[in-house]
């Protein structure tokens, strides 16, 4: 069996497992759904990345289920178009 050498007080110990602590994800924000996301990954949500469509989130779902999660993700798209300020386009016409 082995047999430590010196022992450890708990001040050593403790300054030990400082560096060893789990540090939190960094999350970002769906742009679709608005959502926590990790990133360069899919939203589980809304089954996005990077504007495109990747996942079809809707399709094991039930049709009552369906109907929230759509309703869900307009909202929160209703909520980004608000938000978004204009285009160079947009303010062209302008
Ligand atoms: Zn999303």
Do not use: W
Not at 11 to 38: D, F, Q, T
Not at 49 to 77: F, P
């Amino acid at each position: 069996m082995a047999v430590p050498r010196h022992k450890h007080t708990r001040s050593k110990v403790g300054k030990s497992r400082m560096h060893k602590y789990i540090k939190s994800a960094h999350l970002n924000v769906c742009p679709k759904c608005k959502k926590p996301v990790l990133s360069h990954t899919v939203c589980l949500n809304c089954g996005f990345y990077k504007g495109n469509e990747v996942i079809n989130v809707l399709a094991d779902l039930t049709k009552k289920e369906k109907k929230v999660r759509e309703k869900e993700i307009k909202q929160a798209e209703k909520e980004t178009k608000k938000e978004s300020p204009l285009t160079m386009e947009e303010l062209s016409q302008k």
